[in-house]
Structure formats: structure tokens, C-alpha cells
């Protein structure tokens, strides 16, 4: 785990990342400070591998010859054992299949007051209808997506335009706080800005659990 903003903070923004993302955390935790005035502890949590520690159940593999495995769980007792402080507020996110991985977690525990879901792999078998079935702990969700996303011509990612949309009201008819962000580009445009802008968005709209606010 690598740490970024203040460790002692109360506020803690937990994102899974992987030897990519590592390279962009500085950049990331600089413009989440410069979007907001919050005092935060970022928790950097490398994953050994990305398709099976972040995936909620097997899937066939949609590109390249990687299925996708079954490890969110064993990954999420990990990281659960890391949120014990009861003075402090956590907040979880991610981009990609991290950012699918949150808003999974939200549905497994209320340890987390909000899901900042930066371009989540929402086009992943069969997780809309896990959603729909289930009920989400968080208070906040954010959600974006690259405006080129669903242009390409894998037909399952293609679908990830209408299940994000499908999340979205799913959220805001369910009366959680919730907004869907449209950013210029595809799907590997500026991961660590937009997962800024993720995490900042949610910590305006739990504003209540900063300290001082």
C-alpha cells in the first residue's frame, strides 16, 4: 500500500491500482487536493492480478486470452481489514475494473460512505443485474465514462454506454446521490485525472463526513 495526501487524515479514499495507475498517483492525489479544500488520506492497494483480484465472479475474457476470475472477495476481506478505525470516514474508488470493484464492494459492506467509479467495466457479465437485485450501502456514487467508450467493436464493451446509463437511473430512482460524468476521449484518456475528479465529486457530496465541514 502506498499513501498519498495526509495518513493521519480522517478521511481515507481507498483505490485498488495497478503498476499503470502507481505511475499517476501524484498527479492524481495534486488534483484532488487542487478540486478541493478536504484534508484526505489517499491508500494507494496494489493488486497482484488486476482480471482475477478485482473480478466478482468468472467471466470468459472479452480481449486477450485472460478470462476474468473470482477473487473480489478474498481482495475486499484484505482491504476491509486495512478500514477497522471507527473515527474515520472511508471512501472507496477506481478506475476501470478497480472502479467496477467499488461499486461491487458498496453492495458488500457500509463500511464505505460513498463509490467514486471512474470509467467502471460496468459491460462485465451480468453486473447491471446484480445491481438491480441488490441494494448499495453507499451514500454517494459517482460515475463517468469517456465519450469513445462504447464506440468500439467488441461487442460486450460496446455495451458499457447503455449499462452505465441503466446504473445511473437505477441509483437515482433508489434516491442515492449519484451523477454521470461524460468525459472527452476513450477509455485510456487521462485515468488519473478523471479519477480525481471521481473521488473530489464524492467528497463535496459526503461533505458531511469531513472533518471541519
Same mark, same amino acid.
Given at each position: 500500500m502506498k499513501i498519498y495526501g495526509n495518513a493521519d487524515a480522517s478521511l481515507v479514499l481507498v483505490q485498488m491500482v495497478d503498476d499503470h495507475d502507481l505511475e499517476g498517483m501524484e498527479s492524481e492525489a495534486a488534483e484532488i487536493r487542487r478540486l478541493t479544500d478536504a484534508d484526505f488520506c489517499l491508500r494507494a492497494i496494489k493488486v497482484k492480478d488486476w482480471n482475477r483480484d478485482l473480478s466478482p465472479w468468472p467471466?470468459?475474457? !472479452?480481449?486477450? /486470452?485472460?478470462?476474468?476470475?473470482? &477473487?473480489?472477495? +478474498?481482495?475486499?476481506?484484505?482491504?476491509?481489514?486495512?478500514?477497522?478505525?471507527?473515527?474515520?470516514?472511508?471512501?472507496?474508488?477506481?478506475y476501470s475494473l478497480a472502479g467496477l470493484f467499488a461499486l461491487w464492494a458498496a453492495h458488500r459492506t457500509d463500511v464505505f460512505r460513498g463509490v467514486a467509479a471512474a470509467s467502471p467495466s460496468v459491460w462485465f457479465p451480468g453486473f447491471t443485474e446484480y445491481m438491480r437485485e441488490g441494494s448499495i450501502h453507499a451514500d454517494a456514487v459517482y460515475l463517468s465514462l469517456g465519450d469513445r467508450e462504447e464506440k468500439t467493436r467488441?461487442?460486450?464493451?460496446?455495451? !458499457?454506454?447503455? /449499462?452505465?446509463?441503466?446504473?445511473? &437511473?437505477?441509483? +437515482?430512482?433508489?434516491?442515492?446521490?449519484?451523477?454521470?460524468?461524460?468525459?472527452?476521449g476513450n477509455h485510456f484518456r487521462d485515468a488519473d485525472l478523471r479519477t480525481a475528479r471521481a473521488f473530489a465529486w464524492v467528497m463535496k457530496a459526503c461533505r458531511e463526513c469531513v472533518p471541519g465541514k
Amino acid at each position: 500500500m502506498k499513501i498519498y495526501g495526509n495518513a493521519d487524515a480522517s478521511l481515507v479514499l481507498v483505490q485498488m491500482v495497478d503498476d499503470h495507475d502507481l505511475e499517476g498517483m501524484e498527479s492524481e492525489a495534486a488534483e484532488i487536493r487542487r478540486l478541493t479544500d478536504a484534508d484526505f488520506c489517499l491508500r494507494a492497494i496494489k493488486v497482484k492480478d488486476w482480471n482475477r483480484d478485482l473480478s466478482p465472479w468468472p467471466a470468459p475474457a !472479452v480481449f486477450g /486470452r485472460e478470462d476474468f476470475g473470482s &477473487g473480489a472477495a +478474498d481482495t475486499l476481506a484484505e482491504v476491509l481489514e486495512s478500514c477497522r478505525e471507527q473515527e474515520k470516514t472511508y471512501l472507496i474508488g477506481g478506475y476501470s475494473l478497480a472502479g467496477l470493484f467499488a461499486l461491487w464492494a458498496a453492495h458488500r459492506t457500509d463500511v464505505f460512505r460513498g463509490v467514486a467509479a471512474a470509467s467502471p467495466s460496468v459491460w462485465f457479465p451480468g453486473f447491471t443485474e446484480y445491481m438491480r437485485e441488490g441494494s448499495i450501502h453507499a451514500d454517494a456514487v459517482y460515475l463517468s465514462l469517456g465519450d469513445r467508450e462504447e464506440k468500439t467493436r467488441n461487442p460486450v464493451m460496446a455495451t !458499457v454506454g447503455d /449499462r452505465i446509463r441503466e446504473i445511473h &437511473g437505477l441509483l +437515482d430512482a433508489r434516491g442515492i446521490r449519484t451523477t454521470l460524468e461524460w468525459n472527452e476521449g476513450n477509455h485510456f484518456r487521462d485515468a488519473d485525472l478523471r479519477t480525481a475528479r471521481a473521488f473530489a465529486w464524492v467528497m463535496k457530496a459526503c461533505r458531511e463526513c469531513v472533518p471541519g465541514k
